[in-house]
C-alpha cells in the first residue's frame, strides 16, 4: 500500500508539471482564445474513468454501427492509433464509410480523383490545405487516405467551415443521410466533438448505437494520472491516454511557423546522436562522449528525472525555465542535452552546441561568448538541414535572450553563405570552430576573425 501510495505521489508530480508546460506553452504559442463550446468540452474531459482493456473495447465496437474518432488532425500519432484499431475493426464491420469535417465539402470531387488514383496525395494535400504530403504534421493524413484508397471505402467531406455548432449540425445531418442497415459509419472528427458534455445533444438520433473515442484528452490525462491506455468515460464514450499533449502543441507550432522539416518523437535521440557524429566530423574533430541524458518533453520518462534528486536543484531550475519558454539548452559539464522542440534545424543546433561545448565543465557563460556560440552552432546546423532559415517570433524576444539569439542568428546565417563559397571561406570558418575561448575577452577576439570572414 506504502509503495503504491508514493507512486502515486509521483505520477501526480509528473502530470502536473505536464500540465503546468501545457499552459505556458498554449499562452507562448499565442493560441487562440477558446470558445464557451471548448471551454465546456475541456471541463467534461476532466472525470474519473474506468480502464479498459483493448479487446473489451472491441467488444463495444462489436455492437455497433457507428465509429466516431476524435483525433488533432496534425498529429501523426493520431491518426496512426486510428488506424491501428480499424485494422482489427474492419473484420466485423459492414460496408464502411467515412464521413469526415477534415476536408471542406468543396474538396470533395478532387477527394474522389484521389481515391480513384487520378491525384497524388501531395497534389490534394496542396489544393486543399496548401500544405505537403512530406510535413511530419501530414504524416497521418497520409498513411490514412492510402488505407481507405486500398480498402476502396467512400469517403464524404462534410466541410470544415462555420461555428462549431454549425458544423456539428452538418455532420449529424450527413451521418443520418448515409446511415443504412447494411453499412458501418466512421465518423473522423476533432476530439472536441466527442466530449461527454456534447454527445447526448450532438448526436441525437444515434446516440445508443454508436461508439464515441477520444484521442486527444489531456484533461483526462491528467485527472486519472494513474492510468495507461484506453478509458470508459460514459456507457459509450471512451478515450486514449499514452499520448503527450504537448506534442499537439509542438506539432501546431511546427505547421503555423513552417520553420523546416520536423522529427518524430520515437526517433528524436537517434537523430540526434546521427548529427553529432556528422557535425564532429564535417568539422575534422572527434566525437565527443555520447551525453548522459537526452531530455524531452514528450515523454514522461524525461520529466520524471527532471523531478527526480539525479541533479543540482538549479540545474533543475534551468531546465524548468528553459521548458517553460519552449527552449533547448546544452548543460555541458552534466553531458545533459534538453530538446523542447521537434524542429529539425533546431535540433541539430543543440548537437552542434554539445559538440562545441563538450570540453567545457566550469565556464560561466557572458553575452559575447553566448553570441559566438550560438553564431557557430547556427552554421553547424545549416551542414544538417541547408536550407535552414529561422524567421524569428517577437513574441519569443524577451531581455538579454533576445539580443544574443538574434545576434548569433544573423552572424551564423551571414558564416553559412560563406561556408557555402569557397574551400578558403571554409577552411577560415573551421579555424573559428576549433577555437574554444575560456572567458568573454577571448570570446570578443573571435567575434572579430568571424565578423572579418563575412
Known sequence: MRKRNQKAIQMRK???LERQLWRYWHNFYGMYEATSYERKARKSFSQNGIKLPKNQLESFARSSSTFVFGDNRLVPEDQEMMLQILRQWIRFCKKLILITDRFPKSSQSLLNRLLRGEVSTNDFLKNVFETSSGLYTEKGVVQLLEWVRKQRIKVIACGTSGSLEGQDLRLIQTILKYKNPNSTIWVWTGSIRVAPCHLPSSF???NENALFLSLDSPETRWHNFMSKGFLRLGSNCFVYLNRSPLLSLELFRAWRTKDGPVLSPSHLKTRLFDFISEIAQIAGEPAPPKPMKV??????ASLKWILSGSISKSVRS????????AESAVVPQYRIILLSTLDMGHVAEEAAHYCHLASYHKCRFGPIFSVVEEALAYLASTWIVPGRNERWSEKRDVSSWKTVHKLGYSLGKKLSQEW?????ARSMILECWRIRPKNEKEAGLLWQEMKAIV
Do not use: A, Q, V
Open 204 to 206: 441525437r438520433g444515434f
Open 14 to 16: 509528473i502530470f502536473e
Open 318 to 325: 534551468f531546465i524548468y525555465e528553459r521548458l517553460k519558454r
Open 295 to 300: 531530455l524531452h518533453p514528450f515523454e514522461t
Open 420 to 424: 557555402k563559397k569557397s574551400k578558403k
